[in-house]
């Protein structure tokens, strides 16, 4: 079964840095891209950064020159550096993409992950 396992969240003062990660468990062919989203405390899940299979990045406006979007396509794992976290950067941490589970398969999105939990103290 293929699935999302996100880790790395934890509690972190403003101004801290902090990198979660995102394994893709199981076996798959190939990862096409890939992107980050959060979900703060009575708001809506929003895209935080992508990266494509080539590694071309996009950013939110709000976390542009603090977070980092990298990949490890030996280890299926996807990775966001976040700098000068701030206290509204506070959410639940999801990866997720598109994936082929054989050469000839159509690429299809994860099923969400369980995320995890970033919390930015003030």
């Known amino acids: 079964q293929v699935q999302l396992v996100e880790s790395g969240g934890g509690l972190v003062q403003a101004g801290g840095s902090l990198r979660i990660s995102c394994a893709v468990s199981g076996s798959i062919f190939s990862i096409n891209d890939m992107a980050w989203y959060r979900q703060g405390p009575g708001k809506q899940r929003e895209l935080v950064a992508g990266?494509?299979?080539?590694?071309?990045?996009n950013y939110a406006d709000s976390v542009k020159g603090r977070f980092t979007i990298s990949r490890d396509n030996v280890k299926n794992t996807v990775y966001l550096q976040m700098n000068s976290l701030k206290p509204e950067d506070t959410a639940v941490y999801y990866c997720n993409g598109n994936y082929r589970l054989e050469y000839y398969h159509a690429y299809r999105a994860f099923d969400w992950g369980q995320g995890t939990q970033v919390t930015v103290s003030s």
């Open positions: 990266i494509s299979s080539s590694g071309i990045t």
